[in-house]
Nanobody, 112 residues
Framework: QVQLVESGGGLVQPGGSLRLSCQASGFAFSANTMTWVRQAPGKGLEWVSNINGIGDSTRYAESVKGRFTISRDNAKNRLYLQMNSLKPEDTAVYYC?????RGQGTQVTVSS
């Protein structure tokens, strides 16, 4: 049974940083591409970033490129998203995803 548990969200001022984590279990984590998506208030899901199984290939949405960094620790079955230079438009619930599975999400609010 796939389980994904996100953590690390919170309230941060514009220009600040947060690091999100996702603890994965129930599947072959190191063999699979992992994804971060987000959902802003009143909007649909937006793809943010993904990383391949061994962590040497990453992709980013244009809206976060140069500010966010995705990474993974396969020994710990953990996925990360380092978010720097945060903007109010980054406010959303952030989910890690594998296939059609998502966790419960972690709220990120960027506001002064």
């Amino acid at each position: 049974q796939v389980q994904l548990v996100e953590s690390g969200g919170g309230l941060v001022q514009p220009g600040g940083s947060l690091r999100l984590s996702c603890q994965a279990s129930g599947f072959a984590f190191s063999a699979n591409t992992m994804t971060w998506v987000r959902q802003a208030p009143g909007k649909g899901l937006e793809w943010v970033s993904n990383i391949n199984g061994i962590g040497d290939s990453t992709r980013y949405a244009e809206s976060v490129k140069g500010r966010f960094t995705i990474s993974r620790d396969n020994a710990k079955n953990r996925l990360y998203l380092q978010m720097n230079s945060l903007k109010p438009e980054d406010t959303a619930v952030y989910y890690c995803a594998f296939g059609l599975s998502r966790g419960q999400g972690t709220q990120v609010t960027v506001s002064s």
